[in-house]
């Protein structure tokens, strides 16, 4: 157990709709990161959040938005769905602001079926 | 950019030893990280590289040379357990975390 939380485990929706994944990061870690794992791309860093700011952004498409909020827990919003948004969705916490400095902490990832 | 390429699969043998090379182009180098993924399952840190050398850590062992732009995964006295997907990932310029698709490990008797 990593320490890391994630809702939901499995959610499956239909096509132009919207979900939200949760993330409680450890406690006393600052640092939230998103990251989307499909079959064929491996993992792909989306988005960190350090104590309530953004800090660091990766290949996130503009129909995908996160924040994090004061209590350091964090949310993924997606919304007009596609196919192609399947994935399984992992959130990570650790204690620095800088990736370098300290490893990550994994959830159990949100698998998000679309159909 | 980041580019991190791994070998798509590998066998071996229970109770050998193999070694799982990554190479890495990057602007910007922070460090190596090594995580293990088992089917399904979140990635678990494995190790930490930023200096040059071998770092060992019980039946793991993971090398850097940044003049090469390389790394390897040296995993001994291989175990069933330890048939699992292998990532290389590097912090480069913008200290972003960039995964390599991975390295598929299978474990036979």
């Known amino acids: 157990d990593s320490g890391v939380t994630q809702t939901p485990k499995h959610l499956i929706t239909a096509t132009g709709q919207r979900v939200t994944l949760r993330c409680s990061p450890r406690?006393?870690?600052?640092?939230v990161y998103w990251y989307q794992q499909s079959l064929d791309q491996g993992l792909q860093f989306l988005i960190q959040?350090?104590?309530?700011?953004?800090?660091a952004k990766g290949n996130i498409l503009e129909r995908f938005s996160a924040q994090q909020f004061p209590d350091l827990h964090s949310e993924l919003n997606l919304s007009s769905l596609e196919l192609g948004d399947s994935a399984l969705y992992f959130c990570?916490?650790?204690?620095?602001?800088?990736?370098?400095?300290?490893?990550?902490?994994f959830g159990e990832g949100s698998r998000l079926t679309v159909l | 950019g980041q580019n991190i390429d791994q070998p798509t699969e590998m066998t071996a043998t229970e109770g050998a030893i193999v070694q799982i090379n990554c190479t890495y182009q990057?602007?910007?180098?922070?460090?190596l990280f090594w995580y293990q993924q088992h089917a399904g399952e979140a990635p678990t840190f494995l190790s930490y590289?930023?200096?040059?050398g071998l770092e060992e850590k019980g039946r793991f062992s993971s090398f850097l040379s940044r003049s090469k732009g390389y790394s390897y995964l040296l995993l001994k006295e291989l175990q069933m357990k330890d048939s699992a997907s292998y990532l290389c990932?590097?912090?480069?310029?913008?200290?972003?975390?960039?995964f390599g698709t991975g390295t598929q490990l299978k474990v036979e008797l």
């Open positions: 990570a916490s650790s204690v620095a602001g800088t990736e370098n400095t300290g490893e990550l902490f």
């Open positions: 406690s006393g870690d600052l640092s």
């Open positions: 959040y350090y104590n309530g700011e953004e800090r």
């Open positions: 990057t602007s910007g180098f922070n460090g």
């Open positions: 590289n930023v200096l040059d």
């Open positions: 990932a590097v912090t480069g310029g913008g200290n972003k975390l960039t």
